[in-house]
């Protein structure tokens, strides 16, 4: 009987000790991940990247494109761009944009990306990028990102992940470029 309390003091030792290690260790991963900005190719002010991308619908969709637009850049495995996407689809339900708005994939093959569309109800302009091309002329690292940009080309916004409330800013910066 003792051996077996003494055994199961040592048991749960080494698991604080193997808890104390990994949560310190995700601490310094944590620490070391890059900032946004330093992630970031393009930002406010500069030229959005040029780029041609068939839609899933076989919309050819472009960049720059003479119009007042909304770029998300996503990955369909991303627990943000989930939320980001439903957010949006339901914003468009609800209320009239009059905005260009599009949707490209980090990697993905199109059955993949086609499933994430109509799993979550997505009505906008969905194209699959299965080598990430696109994405990797505006950034290195994190989705969704999402830019706001005029009809000149011209970045005028950015946001970086996702929290509730972007979906309406983003609107209201492209409502501010009218």
Known sequence: MRESKRYIKWVIGSIMIACATLLGACDIIEDELPTYDETSIVNVGDQ????????????????????????????????????????????????????????????????????????????????????????YKYATMYVPRCYVIDSNGTIRHITYEYSKGDVELLIAQLDKLD
């Open 48 to 135: 959005a990247p040029e780029f041609y991308i068939e839609s899933l619908d076989g919309e050819m969709l472009q960049m720059p494109n003479g119009e007042q637009t909304l770029l998300i850049l996503f990955s369909h495995t991303c627990p943000d761009c989930k939320n980001l996407m439903t957010d949006l689809q339901q914003y468009l339900s609800a209320n009239t944009v009059r905005h260009n708005i599009m949707a490209i994939s980090r990697g993905g093959a199109p059955s993949e990306i086609e499933a994430f569309r109509d799993e979550h109800s997505l009505k906008f302009a969905i194209a699959a990028d299965e080598t990430a091309d696109i994405y």
